[in-house]
Each structure stands twice: as structure tokens, then as C-alpha cells.
């Protein structure tokens, strides 16, 4: 009783020099932290809530370091009086959404409606999720999903959901997520609440895909995703992949290249494009997440297929990224289903050794290698591959011609690998560049394509239904939009020509 009444007059002294403290002195930080410890050991209900209460309605969350000072009381007295925090976090909660729904006076309204009311819903969601980290798996799996998740939601849907707000929902997701993660595999996550979150998610992506070119909303919204997908029961395939495919539209083909160039000029440049690099990695991260359920199929044709023959060549770059990141993963997993995109990938991936940017060229080749190995471990083949890595030096040259050329040796190598099943996948991925692409990358595509000839024609001719591919060639050659083009058009034609003349003039002049 001695050790509990000195605790309490401990608690109300440090309760008095919080109230007394200016809200920039480094001393109120501390007074929150150790005012939180102190309730902490304090076994009285009541006086543990008199004090949070009165210390969460005189907080200011509008200044940033009351609202961080707001979140470490309350995480600090949860550490060993979780279910009375929680229960105190609850109740004024629903003072704060008080008569949303019900007929409350015009004071009032505006009171819950100012600014410091809409920041300390924020600060509060966030406390949520810090609570949600710091409880133990018990506390964890009793009050997850009825209370925090519940207090969240409620506090979120009276708030004025401005980019503050949003944030912090979306922090605390991620935290909670986390943290039901942690608790074990045999625990599920109620999957109406999770499909009532993705929804969220999903609104919030819709809401900022033409909106704030560098925002990051996008960002939070995949590192939530990231750690709600890792949930059981797994969300539906189709879900997730619509999700996916939205993610991938706002981060890899945002922003333009006309609104790339002022943000290079603008004074936040290097926030912005740090925030762009970040949001790759946690899309290349909620892919791999993906990848334990899902085929690689979807992201393949829906996530890089486009963004690698953009006209934009920071959307090439960041798709790039995406599919580098994708195909290690597929790697170190084992999935030998990326094979499936072999020839396709190849075509995208060759005329991008020749990419204007410096970083493409070297990402190009890094898919490709990623791509061999697979290839070979799926095959159970050892596939000579020869120093692709070597050949790196030669990209970075600023001769357009040595690029080509390197371009050419790592052609015969990665050709070498080629099965015919492919073929077609290979030359339609080729006729797609011819079509969108210009300058190098087009001559890069034209010197692959004739390399593949070279070195596999007779097996076509051989092996193959020749009428789809000289189709190809035709179909580019009446569409023919750059006269670099031609001359690759006709060498192949020729090629195809001496190994099987009659065949390749026959389908040649064939109309359909």
C-alpha cells in the first residue's frame, strides 16, 4: 500500500510539471515519457485514467511533439496496464466522435471539427497501432480486432481525412498488421475486416492515382498492403491482383516525364526522388509477399509488359526496378513459372541494353542474368551463360556503337539459352518495340532479333509453323513508322528465305 500511494503521489507530481511545461521545451518529451512509466506501475483504475484523460485533453496534438509526447504516455502506461489504457483510449475516442451521428450544439460541432480536434484523432489512431506493437500476444489477439482496429476505424471515419489523417491510418495498419503477424501462423484475421480495409486501401489508391504527382500516400498505402497480404487468411487473387496492378499504375508509370523534369528542378528534388525509390522497393517487397500465393503470370503481363516499351524513360527505369526485384525473388524462391515469360521478356528486356539512361542498361542486364539462372534451374540444364557481367563495362560507354556492339555479344549468349516455344513471344515483344520505341532501342531490337535468326532459323524452318512469324514481319513492315526499322525487316525475311525459301514466300504473300 506504501509503495502504491508513493507511486500515485509520484504520478500527480510529475501529472503538475507536465501541465506547467511549455510544449517546445525538450523537458515536456521527457515528462510524458516518465509520467507513462510511473501509471504504468500504478494499480488504481480510476487514477490511471483521471490522469490520461486529463493529460489527453490538455494535449495540443497540433504541435508536433505534443502529439509524439501523447503517444508515448499512453504507450508507456500499456506496458504493464494494457486492457485500462486501451479502455481509456476507447472512451475518449468516442467523446471524439461524439454526435456524428446523433444532434450535438453548434459549439460543440465546431469543436470537434477544429483543427486540434482533427490532430488528435491522428495522434490517437497512431497510439492504436503503437499499443497494437507493444501488447503481448494475449493482450494482442483479445482486443485487436473489436477495440483497436474498431477505435481506429471509428476515429478515422469522423475525421476530415486530410493528408494527416490519412498517414496515420495508414501507419497504424501497418503496425497492427505487424504486430498480428508477429503473434503466430496459427492466428486469422477476421477476413470481413480485412476485405473492409483493403477496400480502404483501395479507395485511397483510386483517390491519389491523378492526383499529388510525388505523394506519400502511395508509398504508405503498398508498406500497409505489404504487411496485411502477409494476414490469414490470404486475401482473393483477384483483389489483390486489381490492387497490384493499381499500385504498379501510380508507382511505376507516375510520375510523367514532363513532371519528372520539375521536380528535378524543385528545391524538394531529392525528398521527391527518395520517396520515389522507397515506394519501389516496397512494391518490389508486397510482390514477393504475393508471390507465396499467387503465379507470376498477373504481374509479368499487368506490371511490366507496358511500362518497359514506355515512351517515358523514367517509367522504363522504375519498371526495371519492379521486374529486377521480381525475377531475384522468383529466383531465390525457386519459381520456375517466370520461364513461362521467357521469350517475351527477353524481347522487352533487349532493346533496353541500349537505353538512353545509363541505370536501364545495367537493370536490363540484370534481368537477364536473373532470367538464365532461372531458366537453367527450372531446366535442370547448365546453360553457358559466359560473363554477361563482364560485358556490363561496355554498356557504360558513351559510344553509342560500343553499346550496340556489347549489346550484339550478350545477344549470342543469351540466344544460346533460347527454346523454339518461345519463339513468338519473342518476336511479338520485338514487334511491340519496333512499333512504340525509337533511335538505339529499336536498332538494339533489330540486332537480337536477327541474331536469334541466325542462330536458330534452321531449327524454325524445321520445327515450327513458319506463317505466324513471317506474319510479324510482315505486320511491321506495313505499319512501319521508322525507316531504322527496314533494313533489320528484310535481313530477317532473308534469313528465313534461305532456310526454307518456298515456306517463308508463301506465307510471305500470303493475305489473311
Known amino acids: 500500500m506504501e509503495d502504491e500511494a508513493w507511486t500515485k503521489g509520484l504520478s500527480c507530481e510529475l501529472s503538475r510539471w507536465l501541465s506547467s511545461s511549455l510544449s517546445s521545451s525538450g523537458e515536456k518529451s521527457f515528462l510524458y515519457k516518465a509520467l507513462g512509466t510511473v501509471l504504468g506501475a500504478c494499480k488504481e483504475v480510476l487514477h490511471i485514467q483521471e490522469k490520461l484523460l486529463q493529460h489527453l485533453e490538455e494535449a495540443n496534438a497540433e504541435e508536433p511533439s505534443e502529439a509524439q509526447g501523447m503517444i508515448s504516455l499512453l504507450s508507456h502506461a500499456a506496458e504493464s496496464n494494457f486492457h485500462t489504457v486501451l479502455d481509456t483510449l476507447t472512451m475518449f475516442a468516442s467523446r471524439l466522435c461524439k454526435g456524428q451521428k446523433g444532434r450535438i450544439s453548434r459549439r460543440k460541432k465546431m469543436e470537434l471539427d477544429s483543427r486540434?480536434?482533427?490532430?488528435?484523432?491522428?495522434?490517437?489512431?497512431?497510439?492504436?497501432?503503437?499499443?497494437?506493437?507493444?501488447?503481448?500476444?494475449?493482450?494482442?489477439?483479445?482486443?485487436?480486432?473489436?477495440?483497436?482496429?474498431?477505435?481506429?476505424?471509428?476515429?478515422?471515419?469522423?475525421?476530415?481525412?486530410?493528408?494527416?489523417?490519412?498517414?496515420?491510418?495508414?501507419?497504424?495498419?501497418?503496425?497492427?498488421?505487424?504486430?498480428?503477424?508477429?503473434a503466430g501462423d496459427s492466428a486469422c484475421f477476421n477476413p470481413s475486416l480485412k476485405g473492409k480495409l483493403l477496400e480502404i486501401l483501395t479507395d485511397l489508391l483510386k483517390k491519389y492515382y491523378l492526383g499529388t504527382p510525388v505523394s506519400p500516400v502511395p508509398l504508405k498505402v503498398v508498406l500497409a498492403l505489404e504487411q496485411l497480404s502477409k494476414l490469414k487468411p490470404s486475401l482473393g487473387g483477384k483483389d489483390m491482383c486489381d490492387l497490384l496492378i493499381l499500385c504498379c499504375k501510380i508507382i511505376v508509370t507516375h510520375p510523367s516525364a514532363e513532371m519528372m523534369l520539375k521536380i528535378r528542378k524543385s528545391q524538394q528534388a531529392a525528398r521527391y526522388l527518395q520517396l520515389l525509390q522507397t515506394s519501389l522497393k516496397a512494391l518490389g517487397r508486397l510482390m514477393v509477399v504475393l508471390l507465396e500465393t499467387e503465379t507470376t503470370s498477373g504481374f509479368f503481363q499487368n506490371t511490366v509488359h507496358r511500362s518497359m516499351t514506355s515512351g517515358n524513360m523514367w517509367e522504363r527505369k522504375r519498371a526495371l526496378q519492379t521486374c529486377s526485384q521480381l525475377l531475384a525473388a522468383c529466383e531465390e524462391r525457386g519459381r520456375g513459372d517466370a520461364c513461362k515469360h521467357f521469350g517475351s521478356l527477353v524481347g522487352l528486356l533487349a532493346p533496353l541494353t541500349c537505353d538512353p539512361m545509363p541505370t536501364s542498361r545495367q537493370l536490363a542486364v540484370t534481368c537477364l542474368s536473373s532470367l538464365l539462372r532461372i531458366q537453367a534451374k527450372a531446366t535442370n540444364r547448365v546453360i553457358q551463360t559466359?560473363?554477361?557481367?563482364?560485358?556490363?563495362?561496355?554498356?557504360?560507354?558513351?559510344?553509342?556503337?560500343?553499346?550496340?556492339?556489347?549489346?550484339?555479344?550478350?545477344?549470342?549468349?543469351?540466344?544460346?539459352?533460347?527454346?523454339?516455344?518461345h519463339t513468338i513471344d519473342f518476336m511479338m515483344a520485338v514487334k511491340d518495340t519496333f512499333r512504340k520505341a525509337k533511335g538505339m532501342r529499336v536498332r538494339a531490337a533489330g540486332k537480337w532479333m536477327i541474331t536469334f535468326l541466325q542462330m536458330h532459323g534452321k531449327d524454325i524452318c524445321r520445327d515450327l509453323d513458319l506463317s505466324p512469324i513471317v506474319y510479324i514481319l510482315r505486320s511491321c513492315m506495313s505499319s512501319l513508322q521508322h525507316s531504322t526499322n527496314m533494313p533489320f525487316l528484310c535481313q530477317a525475311a532473308a534469313i528465313l528465305t534461305r532456310c526454307h525459301a518456298d515456306v517463308t514466300i508463301d506465307s510471305f504473300f500470303h493475305r489473311r
Open 116 to 182: 486540434r480536434a482533427q490532430a488528435t484523432r491522428s495522434a490517437l489512431i497512431l497510439a492504436h497501432g503503437s499499443l497494437a506493437l507493444r501488447a503481448s500476444k494475449e493482450q494482442l489477439l483479445a482486443r485487436l480486432e473489436g477495440d483497436i482496429v474498431g477505435n481506429i476505424l471509428l476515429l478515422y471515419s469522423c475525421s476530415c481525412r486530410d493528408l494527416q489523417n490519412t498517414l496515420a491510418l495508414l501507419q497504424s495498419i501497418t503496425d497492427f498488421s505487424s504486430a498480428f503477424q508477429a
Open 386 to 421: 559466359g560473363d554477361i557481367g563482364s560485358l556490363c563495362e561496355g554498356l557504360n560507354d558513351r559510344s553509342t556503337v560500343c553499346q550496340l556492339q556489347t549489346s550484339s555479344k550478350i545477344a549470342r549468349i543469351v540466344c544460346r539459352s533460347f527454346s523454339l516455344e
